[in-house]
């Protein structure tokens, strides 16, 4: 039986993109090998490469505005270092909304200087922070757009007159926003683009080179612009996979059009557990995330019960993060509108039944 999952990551992708992927593995573009074993400099990967880096600009309405689209490796937490390493010479400010929005200002810390300008933390991480500012002397602005765990996502852009770097990893692509008041976005490709090990970052060639310190080559964002994305053997099968699935993107009618389905899918979701007497969501209303449905049972003596029972309901991935408890639905662009609505009935045969 095909499973219905939520899992926040390594998460669903579109069926569509499987099915080529898995003809690919066999034979790629009829060349008789194997997406897995062809070369990283031959004329038809050099192709996929550049039309993977093109459509990321074209989705995110970037082109031909002095941006870049990297695929690195080493994932979203490598960017926690690598944006200060290239970005941070006087002060990095930083707004505090959760685990990773925390673990990317510890790495600027050991860069330089750091200045946490608003957090959650206080309140469990609950809401999105009003009114941010950032200093005049600071570098940049970094904020994480969702939060995975806590199921909360920023509903307005900062105004800001530093550069705005934003950790996009698991709402990337999923909405409509103004993608060119960011300087520089970092995405892990394994919610909304592909599998793990890549991750796409976005980034305003004008604030890069503005550092004194010497930046190592695996960490210097110039070096991969340099070299188009393979200042080493890059992950060749996940770029792959990510083109396919933006390809996939594109051919539904573009961010607009998934955004639509993905308001809707969250809406379903989030009326039924407002209604249902047995849960209730975590995250302020106002601040719920449409990728990361976070919410708990109110009597949490029957845990074991609705875990049996959803289990055996044939859904997946749905327990919550150790820090939080409770139950994370992960909604990503591919999760289909009827997985969601599964899910609903299944919350509601429980109620019924307890």
């Known amino acids: 039986?095909?499973?219905?999952?939520?899992?926040?990551?390594?998460?669903?992708?579109?069926?569509?993109?499987?099915?080529?992927?898995?003809?690919?593995?066999?034979?790629?573009?009829?060349?008789?090998?194997?997406i897995l074993e062809i070369s990283h400099r031959s004329k038809e990967f050099l192709d996929v490469m550049q039309q993977a880096r093109a459509l990321a600009l074209e989705l995110a309405q970037l082109t031909s505005k002095g941006y870049q689209s990297l695929f690195l490796q080493g994932g979203a937490s490598m960017q926690f270092?690598?944006?200060?390493?290239?970005?941070?010479?006087?002060k990095g400010a930083y707004v505090d909304t959760g685990t990773w929005s925390h673990k990317a200002l510890v790495e600027a810390q050991k860069i330089g200087n750091v200045e946490v300008v608003a957090s959650s933390k206080e309140n469990g991480y609950r809401n999105i922070p009003t009114h941010i500012t950032a200093p005049q002397d600071a570098d940049y602005l970094h904020i994480t757009t969702n939060n995975t765990i806590y199921g909360?996502?920023?509903?307005?852009?900062?105004?800001?007159?530093?550069?705005?770097?934003?950790?996009?990893?698991?709402?990337?692509?999923?909405?409509?926003?103004?993608?060119?008041?960011?300087?520089?976005?970092?995405?892990?490709?394994?919610?909304?683009?592909?599998?793990?090990?890549?991750?796409l970052v976005i980034v305003r060639e004008d604030i890069l080179g503005k550092v004194f310190r010497i930046?190592?080559?695996?960490?210097?964002?110039?070096?991969?612009?340099?070299?188009?994305?393979?200042?080493?053997?890059?992950?060749?099968?996940?770029?792959?996979?990510?083109l396919l699935t933006m390809q996939w993107l594109k051919a539904k009618g573009g961010i607009g059009e998934i955004e639509k389905i993905n308001t809707e899918k969250a809406h379903i979701l989030y009326q039924e557990i407002d209604r249902n007497p047995l849960f209730k969501g975590y995250a302020h209303p106002q601040d719920?995330?449409?990728?990361?449905?976070?919410?708990?049972?109110?009597?949490?003596?029957?845990?074991?019960r609705f875990d049996n029972f959803w289990k055996k309901s044939g859904i997946s991935g749905l327990k919550g993060h150790r820090s939080v408890g409770g139950y994370r639905a992960s909604i990503y662009n591919a999760m289909p509108l009827q997985s969601v609505q599964y899910l609903v009935e299944v919350m509601k045969d429980f109620e019924k039944k307890s």
């Open 1 to 34: 039986m095909k499973k219905h999952n939520f899992s926040a990551g390594p998460s669903i992708l579109p069926a569509e993109v499987f099915e080529k992927v898995s003809q690919s593995i066999l034979d790629f573009e009829n060349t008789g090998l194997s």
């Open 81 to 90: 270092l690598m944006t200060a390493y290239n970005l941070l010479q006087n």
């Open 152 to 199: 909360t996502q920023y509903k307005y852009i900062p105004e800001v007159s530093v550069p705005l770097i934003a950790d996009m990893s698991s709402d990337i692509f999923s909405r409509q926003i103004p993608y060119n008041k960011f300087a520089l976005i970092y995405a892990g490709a394994q919610k909304n683009l592909g599998p793990a090990g890549i991750t």
């Open 215 to 242: 930046i190592p080559t695996m960490l210097d964002y110039q070096e991969y612009i340099k070299n188009d994305s393979m200042t080493n053997t890059p992950t060749t099968f996940a770029i792959y996979v990510s």
């Open 288 to 304: 719920r995330s449409f990728m990361n449905v976070v919410f708990n049972l109110v009597d949490e003596s029957l845990t074991d």
